[in-house]
Structures are given as C-alpha cells and as structure tokens.
C-alpha cells in the first residue's frame, strides 16, 4: 500500500472538488469510475494513492486537471466577479450629498421601489438597469425615513418603513448577486430594523426570509444552519400573528429557506420530507404568486424539488423532475436562470455536452448579465473546454471568450 505524500494531498484536493462542483456523492464519483466507494473513500482520507489512470477519471469526473489536483497551491474557493456599482455602495454609505428639502411622498416612492423590483426580477439588462435606478432611490427613501422618525404622522412612518424594508429586500438581491455578501448582510439587518420598526409581521417574515438567503450564500456549515435556524424562528413568530392572504406564502418561502440549509449539509431526507410535508401544502393553498416578491408557490416548490437531486448528485432524478416544470410563467427572470443553471449542471454530470451547451446559450440569452456573473455557469464552461467533442469546441470556447475566461 502506498501512502500519499505529504506534500501533495490529493485526496483532500477531491474532496474539495467533489463537494465544490455540484456536491456529488462518493458513490456517484465511485460508479462514474468504475471503483468502489470504500476505495474512493480511502483516496480522500489519504490512505490510498490513485493510479494514474484513476487520477485522470476523477479528474475528468470533478471537470478539474489532474494538475488541479496534484499542485500543492492553496485551494482557492470560486467566487462571484465584484460588480457592485460603486455609486450603490457610497449611497448605502451615506457618502452621497444630504438633502434637507424635497421630501419625496411615501406613494411615490412605494412606485418607484415596486418598478425598482419588477426592473430586477423581469428585465435582461437588470443590474446595469439597478445600478442606474437604485443610488437615487436609496438617498431618497432613507431621507424619508429620517425625515419622518420623529414626525407626528405615525401613519405616514410607518408607510414610509414598509417601503424602506421592500428596498433592502431588493439590496440584498443585488448585492448579493454582485459578489458583496458583506453589504448584502447589511442590508438584510436594515430591512429586519425597518420592518420591525413598522410593526409589520408580513415584512418581518420577509426580511428574515432575505437573511436567511445571505447566511445560505456562505460556504461554512454554521451559516448554512443558521440559515434554518432563523427561518423556523420566523415562521414560529408569524404563525403567531394574525393571519392575513399573504401568510401562507411567506411561511412557504421560509420553509424553502431550511429546505435548501438542509441540503446544503447533505441531509437529503430531511429535505425532501421537508418540502414534500410543509413546502407544497403551503403552495397549494397560496397558489402561484409573488408575495414580498419570493416568487412562492407550486412551480418554485418543484424548482427547489430537482434543486435538491441536482445537490445529491442524482442528475438523473433531477433531470426526471425538471421535465414536469414551466417556468415560463415565472415573473423573475432570476429563479428562471436558476433552474436552467441547475438543469445544465445534471446534464454536466451525466457527460450530455451536447445537452450542456444547449442550454447554456439558452441561459446566456435569458439573462445574459447573470450568466456573466455566475460562477457555475463559468466552472461548466471551464469543465467542457476540458473535454468537450471538437464538433462543440468552437462554440464552448466562444463562451469561454465572452465570460472572459481566455
């Protein structure tokens, strides 16, 4: 038996890989192989040093190099470009001019903010239309808020704090999809304040349901269950307020919130009776919908059904699902990439290139501003250059040249 060698622990560069290209299964990589799991298991614990031969399926298995995995460079986690506009952050600084006059009424900015929104979830150009729309709209809505903390019109406030929480909401989105996590947690905390502030049990709900989705963009385990942690929480406190038509599908889309904490960590039963025993019921009474713009109900449910199999590794059941979707209907473009994103990535697992780059050109069309900025959408790519046909080169290295990977 041979050892792996201090300086080139390739069994942990696997295991990182594994987990980081789709968080595949042992079993899954194992099979692909044609090696037993206990083997594999062996390889990642640095017990056992793979044949060449092996080295080179895995390789090709995690759309890695064989150098990727035999350098003794760091391992880099990939991460979303930084593409904040800077005029967002100085505004949510509060290093832009202040203004002592022209207040701008609660009405006009509730317009403002709902066209900011359907800006972000409808339109291909959404961030470099956000970054045109929100610097203003930030300075302008946080005057308000200021203006009327101590005004005598508590009706006038506490409109004023609602629409401020709708705005974080749609911050954090933005910040979060630009690569800034940080101001995205910031403003998350921002909407809790608001809509607490406002007394608003929905919008509380909500702003839970938007820190729950930063504290999901980390890679740590205790974030990721934190994540859970406040989504329950926060569906323990609305069950307590009192009802309204909007309940249901705020509550749904707080328990897709621990549905995804829980694949995340790998409890794939507990995800998937999660979702079949609270997510559906919820979508089936709230019916199709877009309150607090979660874009909650049936569809999103079966959306974060294939999610689950395509974290599992189970890119054939994932696909098997995704079959049964429309997500034509969808008002957000976002969720929409998402699910194509994910398709993609099963037929990436499965080695259907073909398959691959079909819906990869379909995701660069739909929204080709995310398609820049995701980075899965670039590790695909970067897998196919590796070992696509030559009849699909030319077009993989196209992507390639426009994702400015080359």
């Known amino acids: 038996m041979t050892s792996t060698p201090p300086s080139l622990p390739v069994g942990r560069r696997i295991k990182h890989y594994r987990r980081a290209n789709g968080n595949r299964s042992v079993a899954v990589i194992a099979g692909l192989c044609g090696i037993t799991e206990r083997y594999l298991h062996l390889i990642e614990a640095e017990k056992k040093m793979p044949s060449a031969e092996v080295l080179g399926c895995i390789a090709a298995e995690l759309g ?4 990727a995995l035999l350098t003794e460079d760091p391992i880099e986690e990939p991460a979303a470009p ?11 600084m509060g290093r ?7 207040l701008v009424h609660a009405a006009q900015l509730r317009e403002r903010v709902e066209r900011a929104w359907q800006i972000w979830q409808a339109s291909k150009g959404r961030f470099t239309e956000a970054a045109h729309t929100l610097p203003d709209l930030i300075v302008d809505v946080e005057h308000a808020v200021r203006t009327h903390r101590h005004g005598s019109d508590p009706a006038a406030r506490r409109e004023v704090l609602r629409v401020a929480a709708d705005l974080y909401g749609l911050l954090r989105s933005y910040c979060r999809r630009t690569g800034r996590l940080d101001l995205a947690l910031m403003v998350a905390d921002r909407a809790m ?31 990721i269950e934190e994540a859970k942690e406040i989504a329950l929480l926060a569906i323990e406190q609305l069950r307590q307020a009192p009802a309204n038509l909007e309940s249901p599908a705020v509550e749904g889309a707080l328990e897709l919130v621990a549905v995804v904490s829980d694949a995340r960590r790998r409890n794939w039963w507990e995800a998937r009776q999660r979702l079949e025993q609270r997510a559906v019921p919820l979508a089936r009474k709230a019916g199709e919908g877009n309150v607090q713009w979660t874009v909650f109900g049936p569809t999103n449910v079966s959306l974060h059904a294939m999610s689950i199999e395509m974290l599992a590794g189970e890119a054939t059941e994932g696909l098997r699902v995704a079959d049964q979707v429309d997500t034509s209907r969808l008002p957000s473009r976002e969720r929409q990439f998402t699910f194509g994103l994910e398709v993609a990535r ?9 398959a691959v780059l079909v819906h990869l050109l379909g995701l660069e069309d739909l929204s080709p501003e995310d398609f820049a900025r995701s980075p899965l959408a670039r ?8 070992r696509v046909r030559p009849t699909f080169r030319r077009q993989v290295n196209g992507l390639a040249e426009r994702l400015q990977l080359v």
């Open 64 to 67: 890695v190099s064989v150098a």
């Open 82 to 92: 930084h593409t904040t506009e800077p005029a967002v952050v100085r505004a949510l």
């Open 96 to 102: 832009t001019p202040a203004r002592s006059s022209n």
């Open 193 to 223: 304040r608001a809509a607490e502030d406002a007394d608003d049990a929905i919008r509380i709900a909500a702003a839970s349901w938007n820190l729950g989705h930063v504290l999901l963009s980390h890679n740590e385990p205790s974030a």
């Open 346 to 354: 099963c037929h990436y697992l499965r080695r259907e290139d073909a």
């Open 379 to 386: 590790d695909i790519v970067l897998g196919l250059q590796q």
